[in-house]
């Protein structure tokens, strides 16, 4: 699944203070780190700063020219972790199916062929994923649909269903979304 972002500064401990000091706005966690760097899953989720350039590190930027413009700086990360998002979902892994958020599409290990899904079938898909207990259909509405308040609809129901059926009718499997008292969830 796809994993929260970090920018490591490393060896850096001036930078690491000032992004410090404005981490509130930013769209990712910065740590800082001195020792070795080795130990960081650092292709898919990390980027790192560094002064000088390392052949030995994947996904850095090195900040060697000075003064720093500080907003092309953070400019750079935001899009260097775009990059890396879209990346990371090319191909997610939920149960025995492939989905490539990017292009809404749904595959099998033995299908060549993909099923095209709607961005909101995908959104129900993903939510789904992160959890291993049912979600209420409550809970998909805030959080899939965005809705406030309690309001009496059958739209995730009628979705869900789709769903289901759009699922059965190209893999043949009934068990993909489960439905229960508790509500939906992925198999």
Not at 32 to 60: F, G, R
Not at 74 to 85: A, G, P, V
Not at 118 to 134: G, M, Q, R, V, Y
Request: proline residues 2%; aromatic residues 10%; glycine residues 2%.
């Amino acid at each position: 699944m796809i994993k929260k972002q970090i920018l490591i500064i490393y060896k850096f401990p001036v930078l690491f203070d000032i992004l410090n000091e404005i981490k509130e706005i930013l769209n990712f966690k910065i740590k800082s780190v001195n020792d070795d760097i080795s130990e960081y899953p650092i292709k898919n989720v990390c980027l790192i700063i560094t002064k000088e350039k390392n052949d030995k590190i994947y996904n850095q930027i090195s900040v060697n020219d000075y003064p720093i413009n500080l907003f092309r700086l953070i400019d750079l990360i935001n899009i260097r972790f775009l990059k890396i998002k879209y990346d990371q979902q090319d191909k997610v892994k939920i149960g025995k199916y492939f989905i490539n958020i990017n292009s809404r599409k749904m595959r099998n290990h033995s299908n060549s062929n993909a099923l095209s899904l709607t961005e909101k079938e995908t959104e129900i898909i993903i939510f789904l994923s992160n959890s291993d207990k049912p979600k209420s259909i409550q809970e998909l509405q805030t959080e899939v649909w965005g809705y406030k308040s309690k309001l009496e609809t059958h739209t995730v129901e009628t979705h869900v269903y789709r769903l289901r059926k759009k699922i059965h009718k190209f893999f043949r499997d009934d068990n993909f979304i489960i439905s229960s008292k508790m509500g939906y969830q992925l198999k």
